[in-house]
């Protein structure tokens, strides 16, 4: 299995500004993903976070947007860029470990 | 556009009854699927997964799977209060990409 911790664990932030969520995985996985979640909503997959190399985005989300890190196996950032008030959301990160998907305890992020 | 399809519910059971929640998929080449449990606040919790035609069992929970009606399942026996929670079925396609269903609200009453 894999422990996943995520760093905030919620903000409030002002509309216009930007910030960057963190992602710790306790072990080497192979895969990283970054979903988002509305409230009463299921996950949305924003996008693959590749190592060494830029991340993989789904239809309708981009990197200007949600630029992507991940520089080794175990750590990825997401950063919500100029962000407005559609940005509040629970964003979650989440690994495979084995055959198996593990998701952080998630960001709750509040837009004003 | 490749998608899981689920009842939101609620679906309601008493205390010690069997719950069942169910699945459909429209992507054929879907080799594996899961099951996930989320409380209220909290981020999904893997239940189970299974990838092979049959049941499959682990403690209270048994999956099902057939892949000829595209159909998953989640048997919750002996229900119990605390599995009250939104449970959410997910396929994994190619390339570790899994698409999620909306969830079933489950309330097990006491």
């Known amino acids: 299995s894999a422990v996943i911790s995520q760093k905030p664990s919620r903000d409030i932030c002002q509309r216009g500004t930007s910030l960057t969520i963190q992602c710790q995985v306790d072990s080497q996985v192979t895969m990283m993903f970054w979903y988002r979640q509305q409230p009463g909503q299921s996950l949305t997959l924003i996008a693959t976070?590749?190592?060494?190399?830029?991340?993989?985005?789904e239809s309708g989300f981009v990197i200007d947007k949600f630029p992507i890190s991940r520089p080794n196996l175990t750590f990825s950032t997401l950063t919500v860029s100029n962000m407005s008030p559609e940005d509040s959301s629970i964003y979650l990160c989440s690994a495979v470990s084995g055959y198996e998907q593990y998701f952080g305890p998630g960001t709750r992020l509040t837009v004003t | 556009q490749k998608e899981v399809e689920q009842n939101s519910g609620p679906l309601s059971v008493p205390e010690g009854a069997i719950a069942s929640l169910n699945c459909t998929y429209s992507?054929?080449?879907?080799?594996?699927f899961f099951w996930y449990r989320q409380y209220s606040g909290k981020s999904p919790e893997l239940i189970m997964f299974i990838y092979s035609n049959g049941d499959k069992e682990d403690g209270r929970f048994t999956a099902q799977l057939n892949k000829a009606s595209q159909y998953v399942s989640l048997l919750i026996r002996d229900s119990q209060p605390s599995d009250s929670a939104t449970y959410l079925c997910a396929a994994h396609t190619g390339g570790f990409k899994t698409i999620f269903g909306a969830g079933t609200r489950l309330f097990v009453k006491a």
């Open positions: 992507d054929r080449g879907s080799q594996s």
């Open positions: 976070a590749n190592q060494g190399s830029e991340a993989t985005y």
